[in-house]
């Protein structure tokens, strides 16, 4: 049982690229989040996926998309990555909307 | 936005000593939950306290739900290194038709050896 599953752990893009970052978990749960870490500013959630099917922005959507791929899956899409997007992202996974959460290991960002 | 206020910020503790944090707000939770972020990792959930007043133990921590549900402390006895990292509150309340969680900011927790 992994719980919440994130990949890449760590990445370093050049301004202007694009990459997905991937998330799954296997407690059947209803609910995932993307949010993202910086110092000072605490967890800011970017988008989230009450039930299959269906997202929704968070706070902060602005330069991301994401895709709820199955009950499973979510992930995150950044297409035109800025430097203002360095940072830790995390995924997170509850049974419903505003419950106990689940999160994953997360992923280091860097964009230079 | 629901609003959840953490203190302190930091904390720095010789081992051994007892400590107490806070998280507060202006609005009613339907529960709260506190989780410990250790460093390089995600958050991992502590508790979940529900009713106001309840008081639960996990092991040499103390989590307290206020009467009004409306805030909550979190009291370390005797404070060990492994205890480092951050401490974050969330609380769940009910709007637009579904519950939903907001974070605060967190109380990052350094304990000496």
């Known amino acids: 049982n992994a719980g919440v599953t994130q990949t890449p752990k760590f990445q370093v893009l050049k301004t202007g690229q694009s990459m997905t970052l991937q998330c799954a978990q296997d407690m059947n749960h209803n609910s995932m989040y993307w949010y993202r870490q910086d110092p000072g500013m605490g967890l800011r959630l970017i988008y989230y996926?009450?039930?299959?099917?269906?997202?929704d922005k968070g706070e902060v959507p602005n330069g991301y998309n994401v895709s709820r791929l199955n009950k499973r899956e979510f992930s995150l899409r950044l297409e035109s990555a800025a430097p203002s997007q360095t940072s830790v992202y995390f995924c997170a996974s509850s049974a419903r909307r505003g419950w106990e959460q689940y999160f994953g290991p997360g992923t280091r960002l860097t964009v230079t | 936005t629901q609003l959840l206020e953490q203190s302190p910020q930091f904390l720095s503790i010789q081992e051994g000593e007892n400590l107490t944090v806070y998280c507060n707000s202006s609005s009613v939770f339907s529960s709260l939950q506190w989780y410990r972020q250790e460093p390089g990792e995600g958050p991992v959930l502590l508790v979940t306290v529900v009713t106001g007043g309840e008081v639960k133990k996990l092991k040499r921590l103390t989590f307290q739900f206020g009467d009004a549900r409306k805030d909550s402390s979190l009291h370390i006895t005797a404070a060990q290194p492994g205890d480092t990292g951050l401490y974050l509150c969330a609380g769940s309340y009910s709007g637009a038709g579904s519950y939903q969680l907001t974070f605060g900011k967190g109380t990052k927790l350094s304990v000496i050896p």
């Open positions: 996926s009450a039930s299959e099917g269906t997202t």
